[in-house]
C-alpha cells in the first residue's frame, strides 16, 4: 500500500479486536493497535510483554548533570533528584561561602539519611558533609533520592554541580587508621582492641610448612614466649647467658694534606697478626684556582678487596671545596691480609688544587 493511501470503511475487512472485562468499566470490545517502528517505511515492531513494553535502556544516556546552587539554610545545592537509573555520583562544590554542606540520600524523597562520600583530594576518609570551598566528593548511589543540602550557613553562595553515571567508576583505595578511644597513659572506659597470643605451658608445634600461619605464644600470665627448641624465654626476664656483647677498639685515623698539585699515598700500617677495618673515608679537594676539568682522576688502593678504586672528574672551581666521598661503612671494610699495610693512592690533583683526606679505621683479628 501507498503511503497516506486512503480507506473507505466497506464489507471485506475485518478490524482487530478483543473482548476484554475490566473490573471497572465492564465488558467491552477493544481494538488493538500495533506498535512499529516510527521511520519512514520502517517495518520493526516494538516489544510488548506482560510487563509493558520493552525499553532499551542502551539507549539512556550515560550521566547526567544537575547543577544548583543555595545562600540560605536548608536551601538544596542540588535539589532531590532521582537516580534510580545511575550508579555513581561526583559532586563538585565551589563559590565563595562559609557553611556545611550534608550529602543525603532517600527512597522515598520524605526521609532523608546522610550519605557517606569519599574525599577525591584524599581518598583516605569518607565523609557525609564539607566545609570546605573547592571540593570534590564523590562514590556510589546508596538509594533512589540524592540531594545536597546547606544544614550550617553563615554567608555566601555554594555553588554545586553533580554528576551521575549510569556505571560505577573504579573503587578507590582507602586508608584505614584505627583509632583508639583512649589516650596513652589515660583510663580505659571501655573494652580496647587487644592483641592475644594462644596461652601454654607448653612450648607449640611446629606448623608443616614455611610460610604457614602461625600463632603468638604466651604464657598463662600473657607473656610472649619465644622458642628455642629446647627452652623457652619470656621476653620481659633476663636469658639465663646474657648474649656477649661485641667491642670493638676506638677508631684511628690517617691524614694527608699535601700541597697544590701533588699526589699522595695515604699509608694504613701493619701491625702483626691483625687486619685493618675501615669505618669511614672522606676523600675532598680544595682550589685556590679554577681548573677547567678535562680529565678523570683515578684513586687506587692495596690490600683492599676487589681491589677497590675510585675516579673523579678534575674539574674545580675557584675558593670551592670538592667533597669526593664521604662514606661510613656499617660493616667495616676489612683488609685482604693481615699484618700488611693497606694503602690509598691519589694522583696529582692539578694545578692549584689540594686533597684533604681522612681514613678512619680500627685494627684487630
Not at 543555595?70 to 565563595?96: E, K
Not at 672551581?317 to 691519589?346: C, E, H, R, Y
Request: aromatic content about 6%; overall charge negative; proline content about 5%.
Amino acid at each position: 500500500m501507498p503511503d497516506n493511501a486512503t480507506i473507505t470503511p466497506g464489507s471485506g475487512k475485518t478490524v482487530l479486536a478483543d473482548e476484554v472485562t475490566d473490573a471497572t468499566l465492564g465488558t467491552g470490545v477493544v481494538q488493538m493497535v500495533k506498535l512499529m517502528d516510527g521511520t519512514l517505511d520502517g517495518t520493526s515492531k516494538a516489544a510488548v510483554g506482560a510487563n509493558g513494553l520493552a525499553v532499551d535502556v542502551t539507549r539512556l544516556p550515560p550521566t547526567l548533570e544537575v547543577t544548583g546552587s543555595a545562600l540560605a539554610l536548608n536551601a538544596d545545592v542540588i535539589a532531590a533528584t532521582d537516580v534510580s537509573a545511575y550508579r555513581w555520583v561526583s559532586l563538585q562544590l565551589s563559590g565563595t561561602w562559609v557553611g556545611t554542606v550534608t550529602f543525603q540520600s532517600s527512597n522515598d524523597n520524605v526521609t532523608w539519611v546522610l550519605a557517606q562520600l569519599i574525599n577525591a583530594a584524599s581518598f583516605a576518609s569518607t565523609t557525609g558533609s564539607v566545609a570546605t570551598v573547592n571540593t570534590l566528593v564523590t562514590g556510589p548511589i546508596q538509594a533512589r533520592w540524592f540531594r545536597a543540602r546547606v544544614t550550617a550557613y553563615t554567608s555566601g553562595t555554594v555553588v554545586g554541580t553533580a554528576e551521575f553515571w549510569a556505571t560505577p567508576a573504579a573503587m578507590q583505595t582507602m586508608g584505614v587508621v584505627p583509632l583508639g578511644l583512649t589516650a596513652h597513659d589515660g583510663v580505659s572506659a571501655s573494652n580496647p582492641l587487644q592483641v592475644a597470643g594462644y596461652a601454654s605451658l607448653a612450648a607449640p608445634v611446629d606448623v608443616s610448612a614455611d610460610g604457614d600461619v602461625v600463632r603468638l605464644w604466651a604464657d598463662r600470665g600473657g607473656r610472649l614466649q619465644v622458642g628455642d627448641g629446647g627452652l623457652s624465654l619470656t621476653v620481659d626476664a633476663p636469658a639465663a647467658t646474657p648474649l656477649p656483647v661485641v667491642q670493638r677498639p676506638a677508631d684511628l685515623v690517617q691524614v694527608a694534606n699535601p700541597v697544590a698539585n701533588t699526589g699522595v699515598t695515604v699509608t694504613l700500617p701493619a701491625v702483626a697478626g691483625l687486619f685493618h677495618y675501615i669505618t669511614r673515608i672522606r676523600i675532598a679537594r680544595l682550589a685556590t684556582a679554577a681548573l677547567a676539568g678535562t680529565a678523570a682522576l683515578s684513586i687506587t688502593t692495596t690490600n683492599l678487596p676487589g681491589p677497590l678504586a675510585f675516579a673523579v672528574g678534575n674539574a674545580m672551581a675557584a675558593g670551592g671545596t670538592q667533597v669526593d666521598m664521604d662514606g661510613a661503612f656499617v660493616n667495616p671494610l676489612k683488609s685482604s691480609v693481615a699484618n700488611t699495610a693497606s694503602t690509598i693512592v691519589f694522583p696529582a690533583p692539578g694545578l692549584a688544587v689540594l686533597w684533604s683526606i681522612q681514613v678512619f679505621y680500627y685494627v684487630a683479628a
